[in-house]
Antibody, heavy 114, light 107 residues
Framework: EVQLVESGGGLIQPGGSLRLSCTGS????????MHWVRQAPGKGLAWVSYINSDGRSTNYADSVKGRFTISRDNAKNMLYLQMNSLRAEDTAVYYC???????WGQGTLVTVSS | EIVLTQSPDTLSLSPGEGATLSCRAS???????LAWYQQKSGQAPRLLIY???SRATGIPDRFSGSGSGTDFTLTITRLAPEDFAVYYC????????FGGGTKVEIK
């Protein structure tokens, strides 16, 4: 069974940094492209970032480009999202997921507020 | 970027009634890589349909997906009490995008 567990969320002041982690199990992590998706309170789902299986290709939503960095460690079955220069509008639950539909973690809440 | 537009925003229905949800793409969805999710408050999205029309494991047959190209539909026959939720479409053929959601509420 595919399992994805996000961690690293919390309350952070505007302008601060946070690193989210996602642990994958139950599937061949190193063979799967991965995404980060977020959901602001009371809003819909929004794609944030993508990384291919070997980590050499990445892509970002315009809203986070230049501030967020996605990376992975296939030896540890880990996916990361480094978030810098955080803004109030980055407040959301962040989910990691595989490129194949349907495999999402339970999410981690990031709150950007002073 | 492929933009997905869902309609209607809200459906007010009674248990036992049928529901038809629409998802329109701004350009053709590659390989009909279109999925539907159900989301309840405080929970992660749950996959219902993938590949436009294939039901995910464990999904009741009252849920069905159809469509191709740019126009897709999720049909729920005989709404059960647990089906009242928000539904999202997602295309995964070119990067990843989601529709804005349709809320199915109890009338």
């Amino acid at each position: 069974e595919v399992q994805l567990v996000e961690s690293g969320g919390g309350l952070i002041q505007p302008g601060g940094s946070l690193r989210l982690s996602c642990t994958g199990s139950g599937f061949t992590f190193s063979s799967n492209s991965m995404h980060w998706v977020r959901q602001a309170p009371g809003k819909g789902l929004a794609w944030v970032s993508y990384i291919n299986s070997d980590g050499r290709s990445t892509n970002y939503a315009d809203s986070v480009k230049g501030r967020f960095t996605i990376s992975r460690d296939n030896a540890k079955n880990m996916l990361y999202l480094q978030m810098n220069s955080l803004r109030a509008e980055d407040t959301a639950v962040y989910y990691c997921g595989t490129a194949s539909p349907g495999n999402w973690g339970q999410g981690t809440l990031v709150t950007v507020s002073s | 970027e492929i933009v997905l537009t869902q309609s209607p925003d809200t459906l007010s229905l009674s248990p036992g009634e049928g529901a038809t949800l629409s998802c329109r793409a701004s350009q053709s969805v590659s390989n009909n890589y279109l999925a539907w999710y159900q989301q309840k408050s405080g929970q992660a999205p749950r996959l219902l349909i993938y590949g436009a029309s294939s039901r995910a494991t464990g999904i009741p047959d009252r849920f069905s997906g159809s469509g191709s190209g740019t126009d897709f539909t999720l049909t729920i026959t005989r709404l059960a009490p647990e089906d009242f939720a928000v539904y999202y479409c997602q295309q995964y053929g070119t990067s990843l995008t989601f529709g804005g959601g349709t809320k199915v509420e109890i009338k």
